[in-house]
């Protein structure tokens, strides 16, 4: 089901961590000690793991949660995701890391680490919510779209599906909405063309599936076009979207060619991107 954007991106954020905060109000117990590799993680770190999980440490909360699920005991790992969920999110969300790559660390919820799917209805909905509002934020708040790329391929490996977020991304409205989906359009129409569309981490993830539903945002992107003439990401969009159509190969001139161009070409290249030119 698709969610218009009728609410402040933000104010969806507080309510969606409202609701894990109750979903998850009480931490789990562990029946035993916290066991993980010994090598990586000393045994001090793995009895704070498995304590208060308000005292545990960003430091050691963010390495728990990179840490490869095999390190971790398997019938404990789900059980220790769903009681650091919570602050988990909050580090995903605007107020966490500057330049971080979430979609390292979400992929720990997927079928081969905490198994998010399988967790009680109530706590799934609540953090699957929790997600919609992260990606409504990253939609409409003028992210790149490489860093939209970062958090949906996050998203869809620890849900094991990538057509929900796209249809929650479809169903965005607004103008910092329609903006957003003008940006994801023409970076991964660029990227499609270049044959650089790929997922870092999500190795069972199809890029293909985004490819087939680019041209379902044409109607869209035309109207934003129409109404913004001089917007060169719809304008690209829809070149990129024609291009590939017909299969007949990019319109851009690919980075890596620069070199065999002229040095003044190459330079005001590089001078518009914003790189230091030597």
């Known amino acids: ?23 998850f109000a009480k931490p789990l117990a562990l029946d035993r000690p916290v066991w993980g590799c010994t090598h990586c993680t000393p045994e001090s770190e793995l009895r704070l793991l498995g304590g208060d999980p308000s005292q545990v440490s960003d430091d050691l909360l963010g390495h728990f949660m990179r840490e490869v699920a095999s390190h971790w005991a398997e019938d404990q790992y789900p059980v220790l995701w769903r009681r650091f969920i919570p602050r988990a999110l909050r580090l995903w969300g605007p107020d966490g890391g500057d330049g971080v790559d979430p979609s390292y660390e979400m992929a720990r919820l997927g079928a081969g680490g905490a198994r998010l799917a399988n967790w009680p209805v109530a706590e799934r909905l609540a953090v699957e919510r929790a997600f919609r509002a992260l990606l409504t934020l990253a939609v409409t708040s003028g992210r790149p779209h490489e860093k939209c790329t970062e958090l949906i391929e996050g998203i869809a490996h620890a849900t094991g599906s990538l057509d929900p977020w796209l249809d929650h991304i479809s169903g965005l409205a607004g103008p910092e909405a329609d903006a957003g989906v003008v940006r994801l359009a023409a970076g991964w129409a660029v990227e499609l063309l270049w044959e650089e569309m790929e997922f870092t981490w999500w190795y069972d993830g199809d890029p293909q599936v985004i490819a087939r539903w ?28 024609d291009v590939l159509e017909a299969g007949t190969g990019s319109r851009w001139l690919y980075p890596y060619y620069l070199g065999a161009v002229d040095v003044p070409l190459a330079r005001n290249a590089a001078q518009a991107s914003g790189a230091t030119v030597k």
């Open 1 to 23: 089901m698709t969610e218009d954007l009728v609410l402040d991106p933000y104010a969806m954020w507080r309510d969606a961590l409202a609701e894990v905060d109750a979903a």
């Open 214 to 241: 680019l041209p379902t945002l044409r109607p869209r992107i035309e109207d934003f076009a129409a109404r913004h003439p001089r917007c060169k990401n719809a304008s690209d969009a829809l070149i990129g979207f």
